[in-house]
T-cell receptor, first 111, second 112 residues
Framework: QKEVEQNSGPLSVPEGAIASLNCTYS??????FFWYRQYSGKSPELIMS????GDKEDGRFTAQLNKASQYVSLLIRDSQPSDSATYLC???????????FGSGTRLLVRP | EPEVTQTPSHQVTQMGQEVILRCVPI?????FYWYRQILGQKVEFLVS????????KSEIFDDQFSVERPDGSNFTLKIRSTKLEDSAMYFC??????????FGQGTRLTVV
């Protein structure tokens, strides 16, 4: 079982729509959760962090965490073509500071 | 402005040669990390470095790899004898304790 799982996509949405990206993790000891955006050939760029159950909003982005279901998601409202990228889910266990990444979901926003 | 600056942006080396990848933090953080990403694959943790010593390393980080902070500022990753499978993007990241990790722009290593 992979530690962090994401659907590879591509997830295709029209401009202005809501994009919903999902991530599951296997280790219940995971305490911190992050979403990164990665454009092709570039480094991961932090979008959101979330540490407790519930929703966290930042501009057009909302991260959702459900530790009981071991599930974390990212919603992107009013999607723009510039949001087209690969979105990486990363988790960190309480016992370690390293990040464990999923393989990423490729998002395509159609103009 | 990047949190960390990595040099070089692209390094081409022959198999068996040694390479040194460099990372310069903008601010004086204590925790540094190296990650790598083989083309088309996920980002993988290599090693974390805290207070001038290795705090954690992955199975990938074998005897061919080493890290150091030679002058108290630059943070380096050395690969002693490169293999074809070492070709990847290498990312340096800085992180304060229990907060987010910010990545440098990466070094693309190509082993031929």
């Amino acid at each position: 079982q992979k530690e962090v799982e994401q659907n590879s996509g591509p997830l295709s949405v029209p401009e202005g729509a809501i994009a919903s990206l999902n991530c599951t993790y296997s280790d219940r000891g995971s305490q911190s959760f992050f979403w990164y955006r990665q454009y092709s050939g570039k480094s991961p760029e932090l979008i959101m962090s979330i540490y407790s159950n519930g929703d966290k909003e930042d501009g057009r982005f909302t991260a959702q965490l459900n530790k009981a279901s071991q599930y974390v998601s990212l919603l992107i409202r009013d999607s723009q073509p510039s949001d087209s990228a690969t979105y990486l889910c990363a988790v960190r266990k309480d016992s370690s500071y390293k990040l464990i990444f999923g393989s990423g979901t490729r998002l395509l926003v159609r103009p | 402005e990047p949190e960390v600056t990595q040099t070089p942006s692209h390094q081409v080396t022959q198999m068996g040669q040694e390479v040194i990848l460099r990372c310069v933090p903008i601010s004086n953080h204590l925790y540094f990390y190296w990650y790598r990403q083989i083309l088309g694959q996920k980002v993988e943790f290599l090693v974390s470095f805290y207070n001038n010593e290795i705090s954690e390393k992955s199975e990938i980080f074998d005897d061919q790899f080493s890290v150091e902070r030679p002058d108290g500022s630059n943070f380096t990753l050395k690969i002693r004898s490169t293999k074809l499978e070492d070709s990847a993007m290498y990312f340096c990241a800085r992180q304060a304790v229990s907060t987010e990790a910010f990545f440098g722009q990466g070094t693309r290593l190509t082993v031929v």
